[in-house]
């Protein structure tokens, strides 16, 4: 009797959950969740918590924006070393800067989307631009603020180094963007322009 109970016991151990059990489970999860919830239950779960497919698409968006919190850096910097680099697609909370994208660009080579709604342009750094958009080949399509394109040669760089890129969504856009988006992106498929940044929807 005693013998049954342990093993009944050891079969309703959570850390002898099937991986493929937990898998299914995990991608349910918010991102939230995944860095700070489960994976801290025990070393299978955080195994588990390391599987390319739970991170190729990446929302930090709706979830990580209290600047007193979250330190958009860090977030950046865990959530790379989480993918094991396999980030396909990637939303930047609010506070975010040009150089978490840089980060991201550097380890992810296969970025395909990203967004990042950069308020200012005191928040934008040239050399940082041109390293991520250099590394970004597989970029198609990006969400970003109007301040991203504050001078022409970044389209010109995009043009050059993201031979796939064909969709452009733009926040807080001016008259002078416009401008420049169609003089230099002739080929572009989709152009969305959103009148004000802090727009959530995607």
């Given at each position: 009797?005693?013998?049954?109970?342990?093993?009944?016991?050891?079969?309703?151990?959570?850390?002898?959950?099937?991986?493929?059990?937990?898998?299914?489970?995990?991608?349910?999860?918010?991102?939230?969740?995944?860095?700070?919830?489960?994976?801290?239950?025990?070393?299978?779960?955080?195994?588990?918590?390391?599987?390319?497919?739970?991170?190729?698409?990446?929302?930090?968006?709706?979830?990580?924006?209290?600047?007193n919190e979250?330190?958009?850096?860090?977030?950046?910097?865990?959530?790379?070393?989480?993918?094991?680099?396999?980030?396909?697609?990637?939303?930047?909370?609010?506070?975010?800067?040009?150089?978490?994208?840089?980060?991201?660009?550097?380890?992810?080579?296969?970025?395909?989307?990203?967004?990042?709604?950069?308020?200012?342009?005191?928040?934008?750094?040239?050399?940082?631009?041109?390293?991520?958009?250099?590394?970004?080949?597989?970029?198609?399509?990006?969400?970003?603020?109007?301040?991203?394109?504050?001078?022409?040669?970044?389209?010109?760089?995009?043009?050059?180094?993201?031979?796939?890129?064909?969709?452009?969504?733009?926040?807080?856009?001016?008259?002078?963007?416009?401008?420049?988006?169609?003089?230099?992106?002739p080929k572009?498929?989709?152009?969305?322009?959103?009148?004000?940044?802090?727009?959530?929807?995607?």
């Amino acid at each position: 009797m005693e013998k049954r109970r342990r093993v009944e016991k050891k079969k309703r151990c959570w850390e002898d959950l099937d991986s493929d059990v937990l898998l299914i489970i995990y991608q349910k999860l918010s991102i939230k969740d995944l860095l700070f919830g489960a994976p801290l239950c025990c070393s299978s779960w955080y195994t588990i918590s390391k599987e390319p497919s739970l991170w190729r698409e990446v929302d930090l968006l709706h979830e990580f924006n209290d600047v007193n919190e979250f330190n958009s850096r860090q977030l950046a910097e865990l959530v790379v070393a989480r993918s094991q680099g396999c980030i396909t697609s990637i939303k930047f909370p609010l506070t975010a800067s040009i150089d978490d994208l840089l980060l991201v660009a550097l380890r992810c080579p296969g970025i395909k989307y990203f967004n990042l709604r950069l308020p200012s342009k005191k928040l934008l750094k040239k050399k940082s631009i041109y390293l991520a958009i250099t590394k970004l080949i597989e970029l198609e399509s990006m969400d970003v603020g109007d301040c991203f394109f504050s001078d022409e040669w970044v389209l010109q760089l995009i043009n050059q180094c993201c031979p796939k890129f064909s969709k452009l969504k733009v926040y807080g856009i001016s008259w002078n963007t416009v401008y420049l988006i169609v003089t230099h992106m002739p080929k572009i498929n989709g152009l969305d322009l959103v009148q004000n940044w802090m727009l959530n929807e995607t």
